[in-house]
């Protein structure tokens, strides 16, 4: 069974850019989060959506930062406008909410630099 | 406080030692509990789920103290390729947010030959 899909793997951009980050959960899951890590911050939680809905966008930054998730196998991230303070990795996950126990199940992540 | 509390080591052990990792989480309504091993440039994957009897896994046990909101992970025999990151990780155990998980910043482990 094919895996959390994220893309692109890597994204270079300048400063001030948009940019756009996609994510295809794993089939059947209801859950999906968006995480970004640094050295600095470890993994934090950005935003999460149940059943499509998002659930808490607390951990989004700043209104530069935004989430969609228009159907159960697809959902974006998106900055605008990007700042080099935002070069991270950003891992989406997904998970069956409702089930025996809540493990997430990560993406390869996409390796961002802004310069 | 943070929810997930480890200590980020590093842990230098040769082949074959016995490694011990250690965290305490702050809310005692969490239900589920994991191991999230790291490498090095790639994404969390699960290691394994804790369980309240303690559970097995190979060379891999992990113990839960509920009263003491302690979690530990035991590698025996260990082995080069479990140099990584693990990441102990809880949920948050309340209604809607039962889902989201909380995850510490992770012991590095380099075993070496």
Redesign the interface.
């Known amino acids: 069974d094919a895996g959390v899909i994220q893309s692109p793997r890597h994204e270079v951009t300048e400063m001030g850019q948009e940019v756009t980050l996609r994510c295809k959960p794993i089939s059947g899951h209801n859950?999906l989060?968006w995480y970004r890590q640094t050295m600095m911050r470890?993994?934090e939680?950005l935003i999460?959506f149940?059943n499509n809905v998002p659930?808490?966008d607390s951990g989004m930054p700043e209104d530069r930062f935004s989430a969609k998730m228009p159907n159960a196998s697809f959902s974006t991230l998106k900055i605008q406008p990007s700042e080099p303070r935002d070069s991270a990795v950003y891992?989406c996950a997904s998970?069956l909410?409702g089930g025996s126990?809540?493990?997430?199940?990560?993406?390869?992540?996409t390796r961002l630099t802004v310069t | 406080r943070k929810e997930v509390e480890q200590d980020p080591g590093p842990f230098n052990v040769p082949e074959g030692a016995t490694v011990a990792f250690n965290c305490t989480y702050s809310n005692s309504a969490s239900q589920?509990f994991?191991w999230y091993r790291q490498d090095c440039r790639?994404?969390?994957?699960?290691l394994m789920?804790v369980y309240s009897s303690g559970n097995e896994d190979g060379r891999f046990t992990a113990q839960l103290n509920r009263a003491s909101q302690y979690i530990s992970l035991l590698i025996r025999d260990s082995k080069l390729s479990d140099s990584a990151t693990y990441?102990c990780v809880v949920?948050a155990g309340r209604g809607?947010?039962?889902?989201?998980?909380y995850?510490g910043?992770?012991t590095q482990l380099t075993v070496w030959p």
Do not use: A, V
């Open positions: 859950s989060f470890g993994l939680l999460y149940n659930i808490d891992f998970s909410w126990s809540y493990e997430q199940y990560f993406g390869p992540g | 589920s994991f790639k994404e969390p994957k699960l789920s990441l949920n809607s947010t039962l889902g989201r998980l995850f910043r992770g």
